[in-house]
C-alpha cells in the first residue's frame, strides 16, 4: 500500500476498503507480537531512530523505514514513537465462532471509544469472554479505542455489526442490568449466555427487552448517585462472572 493511503485508514470507511487498522505505539505493538493475532505477516513502519533502539521485533513482521516527516504524517498522534502497524482485519474475524463456556458481552450503539477500550481491558484482564457490537456502535479499530484497550483487542474475540435480531437467534436466554433487578451476587447472575449492556446515555432499548427473554440484575452501591459509569458497570460484572468459575 502507497503512504497516502495508509494515511487513510485513520477513517472507518477505508479501513473497510482496504481491510486493515493501524497500530501505533511500541507497548500496542509488542502486545501485538504476544498475541495469537500473528498468523501472518504483518507490516510495521518505522523510523530509523526507533531501528537504533535495537528492540528484538518478531521475525513476521515485514519492517518498512520511514522518514520522521512520513511517520508524523501516518501518525494521528502528537509525538509519534516511531512505529505502526498495520493489521489485517481478517486476523480479529477468524475468531467468529464462540467457543465453549465463553460468555458473551453485547454493547448496544456504545459511542466512547475510551469507555470501548476500558471494556475490552477488563474482558482480556478475566478472560472467557466475547464482545458484540450493535450496529451504530464505536468502531473497536478506530486508533482511539485500540490505544484505549492497551493492547486488549488482540486478545478478546470481537464482532460488529450484530443486531438485536441476530442476537436473539443465537441466544435464548440473557441478563441486563436495572436498578430493580436482583442483585449480582444472585446465584443465578453466572446462568446466562449473553449480557446486555446499553448505549452511555440510553441503556439497553426497552422495545429490545420487550421480545427478549431477559431478566433484570443491579450493581448495589449507596444510592448517592444516579448510575455507574458503563464501562465501571461491564467491569464489576466481568468480575462477578470470573468469581463464579471458582
Not at 502507497?2 to 497500530?23: C, E, T, W
Request: with cysteine; charged share 20%.
Amino acid at each position: 500500500m502507497k503512504l497516502d493511503d495508509i494515511k487513510k485508514l485513520h477513517q472507518k470507511k477505508y479501513r473497510s476498503q482496504f481491510g486493515f487498522y493501524l497500530v501505533e505505539g511500541e507497548h500496542l505493538v509488542q502486545e501485538l507480537q504476544r498475541s495469537s493475532l500473528m498468523t501472518q505477516p504483518i507490516t510495521l513502519y518505522v523510523t530509523e531512530t526507533w531501528l537504533q533502539r535495537g528492540v528484538t521485533l518478531d521475525d513476521r513482521f515485514e519492517v518498512i523505514t520511514v522518514s520522521q516527516k512520513q511517520m508524523a504524517t501516518l501518525s494521528d498522534t502528537k509525538t509519534p514513537q516511531g512505529i505502526i502497524a498495520r493489521v489485517p482485519l481478517a486476523v480479529n474475524q477468524e475468531n467468529s465462532t464462540a467457543t465453549q463456556g465463553e460468555r458473551c458481552i453485547y454493547l448496544h450503539e456504545i459511542q466512547d471509544p475510551g469507555n470501548l477500550g476500558t471494556i475490552l481491558r477488563s474482558l482480556a484482564w478475566f478472560g472467557g469472554f466475547r464482545l458484540l457490537l450493535s450496529p451504530n456502535s464505536v468502531d473497536p479499530f478506530n486508533s482511539k479505542a485500540v490505544r484505549a484497550s492497551m493492547g486488549a483487542i488482540f486478545h478478546v474475540p470481537v464482532e460488529t455489526e450484530v443486531t438485536l435480531d441476530q442476537l436473539q437467534a443465537k441466544f435464548d436466554r440473557f441478563a441486563y442490568l436495572d436498578l430493580s433487578g436482583k442483585p449480582i451476587n444472585h446465584s443465578t447472575f453466572p446462568d446466562y449466555p449473553c449480557y446486555l449492556f446499553g448505549n452511555e446515555a440510553r441503556g439497553v432499548p426497552s422495545e429490545a427487552l420487550q421480545h427478549t427473554n431477559a431478566d433484570a440484575f443491579t450493581i448495589n452501591g449507596s444510592a448517592c448517585i444516579e448510575s455507574l459509569n458503563l464501562a465501571s458497570a461491564v467491569g464489576i460484572c466481568a468480575y462477578q462472572l470470573s468469581q463464579s468459575e471458582r
